[in-house]
């Protein structure tokens, strides 16, 4: 089998996607390739067989996750488990597993401490450690399901790594742990006093990248600069991967080795013993295990002087990880982990031909960053045109000064504080600096492309031009090379400007709980507007929150690559409504806000000064709105000041495939008034008024304006019980079909010119 694990490798990556994507010509294309190796390419029976097997072995043990669906399930359990990998501790939140014996129902248990409380000592007063054997007696639920399109699925999230529910303690009276005595339980306990002893000897800027880079725990790092480095596809900088434990071991070498302290045998020896070790203390995350783990296969290879070709080796190391956890293969890291490696060894004949190490630099990193670009658009939707360049600059800066540097901060936080502190300061003007410039360049010279998800055959053709691509560069074949080059971009190029040639339109509004958001989208990209962009709010100051504007709305955004929104019309000034206006303003270009006259000055000022070239429009009924000549509104209210923000709303009038109705939050008395002022007026669609509030949708109101349709927004189990059964008779009684974000999640509409159809995100 010497130079052959790779066939039952690749057998068992296509068993893979034939089981995650359930696609059948999947089952062909192995067929057709297993036929191809047997008869063309004369393969040795042995290994055919074992490929074949692989395929059947690998297509058996792939769990494949159950589909989204929106269910709420909460009860009162007594489960009894042991604490599974580390207890992450942070000043917002401490998190852990809790895995029962003989069970499918794993327990994601999380607690929200006090401003006042020391989350330090947590768990030392209640013996939270990996291995503790805990009791706990509380309500446990289903987590919550992604109700948008683009919306990050924590329940998917969780089922990927075997958990099923979660528990929220409020407290530590209905939970009793026990700790266990070992070796893993010793490791995670030391990587958690690592973690807390970084925290405290060092500042409060220093600390997250030493735990980043060291230990793996990158929670510290501001959100902004994470962002940051995702956009350029540098993620693999801020998390442990095979660069960092290849630094770890040539600093472990020229310490003992160089240092005459101990022989070479005797350092190989050592790290068999630490790689294991540094694993755990580092987060035991999959790029750090596959990077150990074959360098411990390596060394062992070298000590007993057997070779194994390194495509065997990785392909050895990875069917192991699959057997010992299918699971596995969801995880983000794993992914891209493989997938470089697996390039980088692909392209090995291609670079070593150059002998330039600038060159070279720049050859892996092409190689790594196309290998891994339909994973990064497929879970991020982004692609930035300068991410190679900037890993050109990016990685030997982190190479060579920052991960050593945080090495060797972890081993000198014991030194006097004044010293640690010129250090420190030290660090901090220099990175300061870089990140500066690395932003910089991000909002000033390129901005990234945000993209939807490629389709499979798009993925096909684009790796197999980036096959024949890296085939021709290493054979001199320069023109073909180049035809290649440009052709497995096409994917990329033709799924970021799809949305520029759909002949449908799309009218979504979110699912946000009590707010109001809805986005329309012309035909062919040509204009792209907002009513309202509500946002969840704190109720001691009702100050909007990002949360909303970041998981539903931007996320979405990122997804049809929207980079400018031609206008937004706020219906009132309530928080439910306006929320996330400044969020959107803070990130995404705005041509034109349209709202009435009797709209919040101040407010207006706030925005103002976020964008200070955006232009504000007030308008009120009898006004058209006209937006590219693709897309018109007509203002039915207000036209007088009514004195109070509801009834202040804008209603809006248009033709979007049908006739449709938007009525912000107005009340029975302002529906009537526009019965009065628009005598006649039927609609196809009526976004209902507040929620469906029984303040509005009043009887003779629907009798006036006869809808087919209503939609309405709604929070789950909203304390004001929205929506009003009495508004809902008054709906069933006019044979108005009914959707709700509540009960279906994101609402859809899509149409033409001769009308549309609905679909919802949950049946």
């Keep these: 089998m010497r130079g052959y694990w790779h066939f039952p490798a690749i057998a068992g990556v296509i068993a893979i996607l034939y089981q995650l994507l359930d696609i059948k010509w999947l089952l062909l294309l192995f067929a057709a390739w297993l036929l191809w190796l047997k008869l063309l390419k004369k393969l040795n029976i042995n290994v055919w067989i074992i490929t074949l097997f692989s395929f059947i072995i690998f297509s058996y043990i792939i769990p494949v996750l159950p589909q989204a669906a929106f269910e709420e399930s909460s009860v009162e359990a007594e489960i009894i488990g042991k604490i599974e990998g580390e207890v992450k501790l942070s000043s917002k939140q401490i998190q852990f597993t809790l895995n029962p014996p003989y069970s499918s129902t794993n327990l994601l248990v999380t607690y929200f401490p006090d401003k006042n409380e020391d989350f330090r000592d947590i768990p030392l007063k209640h013996s939270l450690f990996h291995g503790s054997q805990c009791t706990i007696r509380q309500s446990i639920e289903i987590p919550p399901s992604s109700t948008n399109p683009a919306q990050f699925d924590f329940r998917q999230f969780l089922l990927q790594k075997q958990i099923t529910h979660q528990a929220v303690l409020k407290d530590f009276n209905h939970i009793v742990c026990t700790p266990e005595s070992g070796l893993l339980p010793l490791l995670y306990k030391l990587r958690t006093d ?226 640690l502190a010129i250090v420190d300061r030290s660090f901090a003007f220099i990175h300061e600096k870089v990140l500066i410039f690395i932003e910089a360049l991000d909002t000033t010279l390129f901005p990234p492309i945000y993209l939807n998800q490629l389709s499979i055959w798009s993925v096909v053709f684009y790796f197999t031009c980036f096959l024949l691509f890296m085939k021709y560069l290493e054979h001199k074949q320069q023109k073909r090379a180049w035809i290649a080059g440009i052709l497995f971009i096409l994917p990329i190029l033709m799924t970021a400007g799809k949305p520029y040639f759909q002949e449908e339109g799309i009218v979504t509004m979110f699912d946000m709980g009590q707010g109001d958001a809805m986005l329309v989208e012309a035909a062919k990209r040509e204009a792209v507007i907002m009513i309202d962009a509500g946002a969840a709010f704190h109720f001691e100051d009702m100050e909007p929150t990002r949360g909303v504007y970041k998981n539903i709305i931007r996320a979405y955004f990122h997804q049809r690559g929207i980079k400018e929104l031609d206008a937004i019309i706020v219906t009132h000034d309530d928080v439910d409504h306006f929320g996330s206006v400044r969020f959107i303003l803070e990130e995404v270009k705005v041509n034109e806000l349209i709202v009435s006259p009797y709209f919040d000055v101040e407010l207006l000022k706030e925005f103002q000064e976020i964008q200070p070239v955006l232009n504000i429009t007030q308008v009120k009924a009898g006004d058209i709105l006209n937006f590219n000549d693709s897309m018109s509104f007509q203002v039915l209210a207000p036209d007088i000041d009514s004195g109070n923000s509801n009834d202040n709303s804008i209603v809006l009038y248009a033709n979007l495939g049908l006739k449709w109705l938007f009525t912000g939050d107005i009340s029975k008395e302002i529906e009537e008034k526009i019965i009065r002022n628009y005598p006649g007026m039927n609609i196809d669609i009526l976004k209902v008024a507040h929620h469906g509030s029984k303040t509005s949708t009043g009887p003779a109101f629907i009798e006036a304006v006869q809808p087919n349709t209503a939609l309405i927004s709604a929070g789950r189990n909203n304390r004001f019980n929205h929506p009003n059964a009495e508004v809902l008779e008054v709906l069933e009684d006019n044979q108005v079909h009914v959707y709700r974000t509540d009960e279906h999640g994101a609402i859809q509409f899509f149409y033409t010119d001769e009308g549309g159809t609905f679909s919802t995100f949950f049946p």
């Design 194 to 419: 690592l973690l807390n002893k970084m925290e405290y000897r060092w500042s409060d800027y220093s600390a997250p990248w030493i735990n980043a880079i060291v230990f793996g725990d990158a929670s510290g790092i501001e959100e902004s600069v994470t962002e940051l480095f995702q956009r350029f596809g540098l993620s693999h900088i801020i998390a442990i991967s095979g660069t960092h434990v290849t630094l770890v071991i040539t600093f472990v070498y020229l310490i003992l080795v160089k240092g005459n302290i101990i022989t070479k045998e005797k350092t190989h020896l050592f790290l068999l013993i630490f790689l294991p070790v540094y694993s755990i203390l580092a987060g035991a995350n999959p790029p750090v295990l596959r990077a150990a783990s074959m360098m411990v296969v390596v060394l062992i290879l070298q000590k007993y002087r057997w070779k194994l070709p390194y495509s065997d080796l990785f392909s050895i190391i990875f069917m192991i990880f699959m057997l010992w956890d299918p699971y596995i293969i969801y995880n983000v890291g794993f992914q891209f982990s493989f997938s470089v490696t697996f390039a980088i060894l692909l392209s090995q004949a291609w670079v070593r031909k150059t002998k330039s190490p600038v060159w070279n630099i720049f050859q892996v990193s092409f190689v790594a960053q196309m290998a891994i670009l339909p994973l990064q658009i497929y879970y991020f939707n982004i692609f930035h045109p300068l991410s190679i360049l900037m890993n050109l600059v990016v990685i030997p800066y982190f190479t060579f000064f920052v991960i050593p540097l945080m090495y060797t901060f972890v081993l000198i936080h014991f030194f006097p504080g004044n010293l």
